[in-house]
């Protein structure tokens, strides 16, 4: 059983436009969900975090929603950018700093300039 | 760019043949994972540590997977009897433990012929 699961295996934004990624998880005990960022060739580099007290996250253009009750969150990237076409991977954990991390599959984005 | 230092960034392997991958892990972590990341951009976990001690791993890193931390030395992953499946980017990351945050080196790149 998968415990980390993005709805779209790909996407594709115009430039300036919000790209929106979503993703569920399987297990209450998570309570803290970081998104990663990986372009080819290279490791996948921390975007933004949440735990599972807040419902809200901002960085910059990058915000991340999350809904404790219905067990998903959503990335917003807000004015995408070309230079933001690639991977975007969920994980989750329960929050010890010693736990494994579940990931999800990925959601590539394109930004079409 | 990633503070968590691995090399080889590839290597190429026959079937049977020892693959071993090696990781600095960014000043100050105690915590260090290995993940492979298939082809298609699933992340499986394999084995972590704090500091020298194994924390937790899957049944397959007890069989033809070792890996170690040693004090003052790189950590490393070794695979005894390389198989074509095996073929994948692994992972090393590390994490100061408490707050969580997971950071990724590059990866090493592993073909196995």
């Known amino acids: 059983q998968q415990q980390v699961r993005q709805s779209s295996q790909s996407l594709t934004v115009w430039e300036g436009e919000t790209a929106i990624l979503n993703c569920s998880y399987e297990?209450?005990?998570?309570?803290?969900f970081p998104w990663y960022q990986q372009f080819p060739g290279e490791g996948p580099a921390l975007l933004i975090a949440i735990r599972s007290v807040s419902d809200k996250k901002e960085d910059g253009r990058f915000t991340i929603f999350f809904n404790k009750r219905e067990k998903n969150l959503s990335l917003h990237i807000k004015d995408s950018q070309p230079g933001d076409s690639a991977t975007y991977f969920c994980?989750?954990?329960?929050?010890?700093?010693?736990?494994?991390?579940?990931f999800g599959k990925g959601t590539s984005l394109t930004v079409i300039p | 760019n990633s503070k968590v230092i691995q090399t080889p960034r590839y290597l190429v392997k026959g079937q049977g043949q020892k693959a071993k991958m090696r990781c600095i892990p960014e000043k100050g972590h105690p915590v260090v994972f290995w993940y492979q990341q298939n082809k298609n951009n699933e992340f499986k976990f394999l084995i972590n540590f704090q500091n020298q001690e194994v924390l937790q791993q899957i049944d397959m890193t007890e069989k033809r997977f070792s890996a170690e931390c040693p004090s003052n030395s790189p950590c490393s992953l070794e695979i005894q009897s390389s198989e074509a499946g095996d073929s994948a980017l692994y992972l090393c990351?590390?994490?100061?433990?408490?707050?969580?945050?997971?950071?990724f080196g590059e990866g090493s790149k592993l073909t196995v012929l």
């Open positions: 297990n209450s005990a998570f309570d803290y």
């Open positions: 990351a590390s994490s100061q433990g408490n707050t969580g945050q997971l950071y």
């Open positions: 994980a989750a954990s329960a929050n010890t700093g010693y736990q494994n991390f579940y």
